[in-house]
């Protein structure tokens, strides 16, 4: 088995957080890490909103190219990145330990005040605008496009008064301090995978090194639970561009995974949600079951209407 692992990440702080992370995991079990950068087409466009931009993947398929060359052995995800299903020679071989799965509001403002009638936050998420609708229907969103540090030079530059973001991002690059607010996952529900990264390889990958980059970097509890949360999205059909949401958490004795899954119209109005457990070796099935009732009752019009409003648009 050979020991020298090359890990494809994208260039942004927070990415190379992750592949940093997942280098000293690989390094700790012996193995020599290298870390090599690949640009994808998210990190490119950056004046139009993910759901413009259209195509699922726009963070991965640099990467995924890279796994199929060989030029490297796995790559590095945001699992929140990872489009529901991956093409057939490629395998998701881990997903590391999970970090808080919030949603935030970060802002230069100590005392914020959410309920402020001109409050305008920036976000450029399908799901947290339609979210922000529903819950704080006096906000009024932005744009909020570009790496984290681009963001909040935009929120420095006053574009608006703070900033919604994942908690772990924010944790990740040690912006704490700017956490005004920490919005319950109650009410805004993560996306799937969030907070959580996801190491992709070749099917193709020598399987005695697959099995050893497995159990040096994967956490079953949250594989577990992103198994279910992944099955919910892709019965969806619903990319990143998707109001959808779901959030998968495990019984204290691991035994039973619970699935709190839905889906939001883009005004905030229509909110179909849906709470199921199931025990753990069945969570495919749930993701699947929940999805599908969420889709029966009334997420198909709203899936429907979405795609009407694009293709006008
Ligand atoms: N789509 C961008 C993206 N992908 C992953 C994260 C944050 C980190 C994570 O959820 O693991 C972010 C930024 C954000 O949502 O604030």
């Not at 970090?99 to 970060?106: A, F, K, L, P, T």
């Not at 984290?148 to 006053?158: F, W």
């Not at 059909?237 to 995974?257: K, M, N, R």
């Not at 905030?268 to 599908?292: D, K, S």
Request: aromatic residues 4%; proline residues 4%; contains cysteine.
């Amino acid at each position: 088995m050979k020991t020298s692992i090359r890990i494809g990440t994208r260039g942004s702080k927070l990415a190379l957080w992750q592949a940093n992370h997942v280098a000293d995991q690989l390094a700790a079990a012996g193995l020599t890490p290298e870390i090599v950068i690949i640009t994808t087409k998210g990190d490119v466009v950056l004046d139009r909103s993910l759901d413009k931009i259209g195509a699922k993947g726009v963070f991965t398929e640099e990467l995924e190219e890279g796994l199929r060359t060989g030029h490297v052995d796995i790559a590095v995800h945001s699992a929140k990145d990872v489009q529901s299903s991956i093409p057939a020679d490629l395998e998701l071989l881990a997903f590391m330990e999970r970090e808080r799965v919030n949603d935030v509001i970060v802002s230069f403002d100590p005392n914020l005040d959410l309920q402020r009638p001109d409050l305008v936050l920036g976000t450029s998420s399908t799901r947290r605008k339609a979210m922000l609708r529903r819950f704080l229907p006096h906000a009024t969103t932005a744009e909020a496009r570009g790496n984290l540090q681009t963001r909040l030079r935009k929120l420095e530059e006053g574009q608006y008064h703070g900033l919604v973001l994942a908690y772990a991002g924010v944790h990740r690059m040690e912006y704490d301090k700017l956490i005004r607010h920490v919005l319950p996952e109650t009410q805004y529900v993560p996306a799937t995978g969030q907070g959580s990264v996801a190491i992709e390889c070749a099917r193709s990958l020598d399987p005695e090194l697959k099995a050893h980059l497995r159990r040096s970097l994967d956490h079953p509890a949250t594989h577990a639970c992103l198994a279910t949360e992944r099955a919910f999205l892709r019965t969806m059909e619903g990319g990143c561009s998707i109001p959808s949401f779901a959030l998968a958490t495990l019984s204290a004795d691991g035994q039973h995974v619970q699935l709190h899954g839905g889906l939001i119209s883009l005004d905030g109005q229509e909110f179909i949600e849906e709470a199921q457990t199931a025990p753990v070796a069945q969570g495919e099935a749930l993701g699947v079951r929940v999805a599908e009732n969420v889709l029966a009752r009334g997420g198909q019009q709203i899936l429907d209407s979405i795609r009407r409003e694009r293709s006008e648009a």
